[in-house]
């Protein structure tokens, strides 16, 4: 496996943590800790995917990192 390889996989990793656990309902859709998972694995895995050179999944990623953190900053400033 390449390093490239081996963030990818951690990216996704996380990705797929936040899915599950808001599935299991141990994550609200509009927790913070949803959007941080979402916006940091989506940031690694577009990383990764830019190390390998496939612009699409950057864009993707990328476009998926960015709403992610939009929505974070949201659901942190309507905290008490």
């Known amino acids: 496996m390449t390093v490239a390889e081996m ?17 299991l309902g141990a994550l609200a859709r509009d927790s ?3 959007h941080g ?8 895995a577009g990383y990764a995917s830019y190390l390998i ?9 990328g476009t998926w990192c960015l709403a992610a953190v939009v929505a974070l900053l949201g ?5 008490p």
């Open 75 to 79: 659901a942190v400033a309507r905290r």
């Open 37 to 44: 998972l979402n916006a940091v694995g989506a940031g690694v």
């Open 7 to 23: 963030i990818g996989s951690a990216g996704v990793a996380l990705l797929l943590l936040a899915f599950v656990l808001n599935l």
């Open 32 to 34: 913070p800790t949803y």
């Open 53 to 61: 050179g496939f612009l699409p999944f950057v864009v993707l990623e």
